[in-house]
Nanobody, 123 residues
Framework: QVQLVESGGGSVQAGGSLRLSCVAA???????MAWFRQAPGKEREGVAS????????HYADSVKGRFTISRDNAKNTLYLQMNSLKPEDTAMYYC?????????????????WGQGTQVTVSS
């Protein structure tokens, strides 16, 4: 597994913005970096992914048009810009590395996880 460290979470009002960051230790095996989130009592769900090589992105329908995933390969850092936040975006957000063969946001295809950063959106 690769060490991942997230930061940038916090509490904001609905309509606000946050930018999450994830610094990864050097890696060679993974093809995708992604953000997942998990709210209390719910399963962990994929939010957005990006390929390490080509920068191809994929988003969950619930965040399309509001969230943007990006990465800086030179810094081994993954970002998630979150705009127009809603109360239903409240969750623990996790950074992950993996090699998905099918849908890019299948959590079972990711084998390195960060400790998470909490995002709370109030109405």
């Amino acid at each position: 597994q690769v060490q991942l460290v997230e930061s940038g979470g916090g509490s904001v009002q609905a309509g606000g913005s946050l930018r999450l960051s994830c610094v990864a230790a050097p890696f060679t095996y993974s093809t995708h970096m992604a953000w997942f989130r998990q709210a209390p009592g719910k399963e962990r769900e994929g939010v957005a992914s990006i390929t390490v090589g080509g920068g191809r992105t994929h988003y969950a329908d619930s965040v399309k048009g509001r969230f943007t995933i990006s990465r800086d390969n030179a810094k081994n850092t993954l970002y998630l810009q979150m705009n127009s936040l809603k109360p239903e975006d409240t969750a623990m957000y996790y950074c992950a590395l993996g090699r998905p063969w099918g849908p890019p946001l299948n959590r079972y295809d990711y084998d390195s996880w960060g400790q998470g950063t909490q995002v709370t959106v109030s109405s």
